[in-house]
T-cell receptor, first 110, second 118 residues
Framework: DAKTTQPPSMDCAEGRAANLPCNHS???????VYWYRQIHSQGPQYIIH???NNETNEMASLIITEDRKSSTLILPHATLRDTAVYYC???????????FGTGTRLLVSP | GAVVSQHPSRVICKSGTSVKIECRSL??????MFWYRQFPKQSLMLMAT?????????EQGVEKDKFLINHASLTLSTLTVTSAHPEDSSFYIC??????????????FGPGTRLLVL
């Protein structure tokens, strides 16, 4: 079973920041938070992951709360091509399985 | 990022035939490869995990004699759907983890193969 909770859908205007929340209140100390997205009819795309510190790469930023019970994926300037289903997944260190939940369907509109 | 390819991208076959899907890691050696299945409007479900040179580990409820997995090298895994039936029609996606990254191994996904069994 997925160990994360995400809103089923979100809307965002093109050019604005998209902030996608994820609740993982039962996360344990050896679990990472991973974010993937899946554009329609494609395989999932890795976005970012983190343990407890905030992370940033060329695609997005990941903000993890101090208690690690929730996180937010930030797309700083959303484009129409960012329309996708975004999955937040927690994964145990050294354990390779990914368990996908239902994700958040982000719709970026002009 | 690491690139994973799948072939074919789309296949239509008759009921009772077998279909082979290839998954390749193009620019890296994969420690482990995974096979997922996704039905319309549903999330990805892990079918099996395969390591090069050893037998695949199947998830509960996945028939290992129906979904044959061969992981012949560090860059190639194949999934064969044997005696396919219409209910096997689905989107099949593979992923691979980058060798040598230790406990932070990240899974990179292929583009998927859409199977339609008539």
């Amino acid at each position: 079973d997925a160990k994360t909770t995400q809103p089923p859908s979100m809307d965002c205007a093109e050019g604005r920041a998209a902030n996608l929340p994820c609740n993982h209140s039962t996360i344990s100390g050896n679990e990472y938070v991973y974010w993937y997205r899946q554009i329609h009819s494609q395989g999932p795309q890795y976005i970012i992951h983190g343990l407890k510190n905030n992370e940033t790469n060329e695609m997005a930023s990941l903000i993890i709360t101090e208690d690690r019970k929730s996180s937010t994926l930030i797309l700083p300037h959303a484009t129409l091509r960012d329309t996708a289903v975004y999955y937040c997944i927690v994964r145990v260190v050294g354990f390779q399985k990914l368990v996908f939940g239902t994700g958040t369907r982000l719709l970026v509109s002009p | 990022g690491a690139v994973v390819s799948q072939h074919p991208s789309r296949v239509i076959c008759k009921s009772g035939t077998s279909v082979k899907i290839e998954c390749r890691s193009l620019d890296f050696q994969a420690t482990t490869m995974f096979w997922y299945r996704q039905f319309p409007k549903q999330s990805l479900m892990l079918m099996a995990t395969s390591n090069e040179g050893s037998k695949a580990t199947y998830e509960q409820g996945v028939e290992k004699d129906k979904f044959l997995i061969n992981h012949a090298s560090l860059t190639l895994s194949t999934l064969t759907v044997t005696s396919a039936h219409p209910e096997d029609s689905s989107f099949y996606i593979c992923s691979a983890t980058l060798r040598g990254m230790g406990y932070q191994e990240t899974q990179y996904f292929g583009p998927g193969t859409r199977l339609l069994v008539l």
